[in-house]
């Protein structure tokens, strides 16, 4: 298994408030990626990242955001938790200094959002 | 935007059987192809790969054909076992961004 790590594995929280969820990698790979899975949907792209500090937006965007300041960690922070946010989240990383490589997930977080 | 999607959302199939799982996507410029394994639980795992120069690639009991004309992807899977109980899905690219089927549930009946 690719060594990828979400922290927290559950978490429940209120309307309003903020939250961050972590995703440690020890692939030191340059690509890493934040989506949400919800039914009915398939894996969306909330925000990625091409390096350290250098981060992008994913079609579900909005109310999210990320910052990389090492190559191993990638947060995702809610700045204020709504309803609508409660999914489940996963981290991916991927390799693609030559050519297309697969993404390679995590175990993820569920969110709960009260 | 991209349409990845399958043909059937459930599929049950009897333990030692061959099970084959269809994706259909959208953009003629998808130029790679993933299929993933997704157990409850468990984030996404890494089944098999192929690209758009390959027709066929096989691995261990599992082998994806790509039909670029009528932009079809299967996945099937031999001798199908109740391990392999779990949702399947697959993923297209045409640059840097991945997009993902909503996945076949996929069954094994003992």
């Known amino acids: 298994d690719a060594g990828i790590t979400q922290s927290p594995r559950h978490k429940v929280t209120e309307t309003g408030t903020p939250v961050t969820l972590r995703c440690h990698q020890t692939e030191n790979h340059r690509y890493m990626y934040w989506y949400r899975q919800d039914p009915g949907h398939g894996l969306r792209l909330i925000h990625y990242s091409y390096g350290v500090k250098d981060t992008d937006k994913g079609e579900v965007s909005d109310g999210y955001s990320v910052s990389r300041s090492k190559t191993e960690d990638f947060l995702l922070t809610l700045e204020s938790a709504t309803s609508s946010q409660t999914s489940v989240y996963f981290c991916?990383?991927?390799?693609?200094?030559?050519?297309?490589?697969?993404?390679?997930f995590g175990d993820g977080t569920r969110l709960s959002i009260l | 935007g991209e349409s990845v999607g399958l043909h059937l959302p459930t599929l049950s199939v009897q333990e030692g059987d061959n099970s084959i799982i269809n994706c259909a996507y959208s953009?003629?410029?998808?130029?790679?192809f993933i299929w993933y394994k997704q157990e409850s639980g468990k984030g996404p795992q890494f089944i098999i790969d192929i690209r758009s120069n390959m027709d066929k690639r096989q691995g261990q009991r599992v082998t994806v054909l790509l039909n670029k004309t009528v932009k079809h992807l299967s996945l099937q899977i031999a001798a199908t076992q109740p391990g392999d109980s779990a949702v399947y899905f697959c993923?297209?690219?045409?640059?840097?961004?991945?997009?993902f089927g909503t996945g076949t549930s996929l069954t094994v009946i003992p």
């Open positions: 993923a297209e690219t045409a640059g840097n961004q991945f997009y």
């Open positions: 991916a990383i991927s390799d693609r200094r030559n050519s297309n490589q697969p993404q390679h």
């Open positions: 953009n003629s410029a998808s130029d790679y």
